[in-house]
């Protein structure tokens, strides 16, 4: 089970019902006020996580037998691409879709195979220094025998699908060979990314890396020897072939891979072993591709394969979002006593998170955080009911609730929801008060810094 948009616009339906019922003898021009102010904006922000969302869009480049099914097979942990040994002669790129039923997700793969194929490596050297002649020879029944050709054809390609990430994929002991198609590509995507005014994000992924030194040395940690030749390949693919600045992913394991940070067309060199049993570093991949992928599209990445790390990450920005949200009460023209009327907003939140957690998207799943809360609703029981219990999680001091009763209060329950949902622990709201306090000095002074500058 997961997010899953019908259910989720359901939800939504009951939540606005809710609202209207709670706030039945409210002021009115109090109730346009909060519509306006609290559950739209609360509305908008799932509609931006969960009803625009999309799958990711994935483009391959790489040489045949480099391993590009192997990864996507990888990344997806499951078989969906063909992994073998024929040659593709012609340029074929084939687009497909990944679908995984369970959690409502798709991933759109475009898998460019066959687009170096007529080319030995060193052929491409005139990347450098553009041999005319050799950029002559037409492509004959689609064969691609020159570095204009590629160039050409890849740009095509991408300006087609418009991928969101490109993964240039190449077996680890053949970089060196291959340093002239690491060139043409970074070279392209300076082009490209011109053109379309914005930069994808390209990942060099070096597969393979079991097969370095003695492929029997594995697992990779256990063998220094091993370690030190792929910490040699990384350098060298960043310092002498494409000449970047890096970054390590991972500054407790350098061989983790590197983020390339500067630079026009490159964003990262990571490092994989796709092989199914010898699985290796494809987690540090897949957060990388989390965090560069377009917001409406990391829903669908992570919740594919229940990635619990990268759904973490959502659900706590969405619990940011709401709570800011929540403030906005203390901004009310008239004052607001009721703590009620925050209920409905923090129903969605704990719900979405359960779905987040892979939960059913259900009253259900809030219930169940509630009574792990300690708080028991009869069954059988409305929104309206469980509202009336919710309001029991917030302290509140005083007649009239301020933006930051509001906000922190939604934040505690968000974090205990998130806590539960995701690592089964049981806290109280109350717990995160201070950690909700910090974030909010953190985003003043970040403010105030910028003002200075
Ligand atoms: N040892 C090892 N072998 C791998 C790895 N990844 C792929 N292979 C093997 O390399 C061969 C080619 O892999 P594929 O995934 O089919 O390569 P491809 O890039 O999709 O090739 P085309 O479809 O022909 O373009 C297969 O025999 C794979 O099992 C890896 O990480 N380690
Ligand atoms: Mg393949």
């Known amino acids: 089970m ?7 616009k359901e939800i939504i339906e009951e939540i606005d019902q809710l609202f209207n019922q709670l706030v039945g003898n409210i002021n009115p021009s109090i109730k346009v006020w909060i519509e306006k102010n609290l559950l739209g904006p609360a509305f908008e922000e799932i509609k931006k996580l969960i009803e625009d969302s999309r799958p990711p869009k994935m483009f391959l480049i790489g040489r045949s037998g480099h391993g590009k099914s192997s990864l996507i097979n990888a990344l997806a942990n499951k078989h969906v691409a063909e992994v073998g040994d024929v040659k593709p002669t012609t340029y074929q790129s084939i687009p497909y879709l990944i679908k995984f039923e369970e959690s409502y997700s798709s991933w759109e793969i475009i898998d460019s195979r ?3 194929e007529s080319t030995s490596p060193n052929s491409l050297s005139n990347i450098i220094n553009d041999n005319i002649e050799e950029n002559k020879k037409i492509n004959k029944n689609n064969h691609i025998s020159s570095k204009n050709d590629i160039e050409q054809i890849l740009t095509e390609e991408i300006i087609k699908y418009k991928p969101d990430i490109i993964m240039h994929v190449i077996s680890a002991p053949e970089t060196r060979n291959l340093s002239n198609d690491l060139r043409l590509v970074s070279k392209m995507m300076t082009k490209l990314n011109k053109t379309l005014g914005y930069k994808i994000p390209l990942i060099i992924v070096l597969t393979k890396v079991d097969t370095l030194e003695n492929p029997r040395h594995w697992p990779l940690e256990n063998y220094p020897a ?3 030749i792929l910490k040699e390949i990384l350098d060298y693919t960043s310092d002498e072939i494409l000449t970047v600045s890096k970054t390590p992913i991972d500054l407790n394991e350098l061989i983790k891979g590197y983020e390339i940070k500067d630079s026009e067309d490159i964003t990262a060199i990571i490092p994989v072993c796709s092989l199914k049993d ?4 494809i987690e540090t991949l897949i957060d990388f591709i989390g965090q560069k992928l377009p917001e409406n599209a990391v829903l669908e990445f992570a919740q594919a394969q229940k990635r619990k790390k990268l759904l973490r990450k959502l659900s ?8 800011s949200i929540a403030g906005i009460v203390g901004l009310s023209p008239l004052p607001i006593s009721d703590i009620i009327i925050l209920t409905p907003m923090q129903i969605l939140l704990v719900t979405l998170i359960g779905g987040l957690s892979c939960r059913k998207i259900s009253k259900e ?3 169940e955080f509630l ?4 708080i028991t609703v009869a069954s059988g029981f409305t929104f309206r009911a469980v509202a009336h219990q919710l309001v029991k999680l917030i302290p509140i001091a005083g007649s009239v609730i301020s933006g930051t009763i509001a906000s922190s209060g939604t934040y505690g329950i968000g974090k205990a929801a998130e806590a539960y949902f995701f690592e089964g622990k049981i ?3 109350i717990q995160y008060k201070d950690e909700w306090q910090e974030y909010q000095n953190n985003i003043k002074q970040i403010e105030n810094s910028k003002k200075l500058v």
């Open 316 to 323: 706590s920005s969405l619990i940011i979002r709401f709570s």
């Open 365 to 367: 799943t809030f219930l």
């Open 278 to 281: 010898d699985i290796w570093n």
């Open 114 to 116: 066959g687009l170096f």
């Open 2 to 8: 997961a997010i899953n948009k019908q259910k989720t």
């Open 226 to 228: 091993k370690v030190g």
């Open 427 to 429: 806290k109280k709201p």
């Open 371 to 374: 009574s792990a809360s300690g």
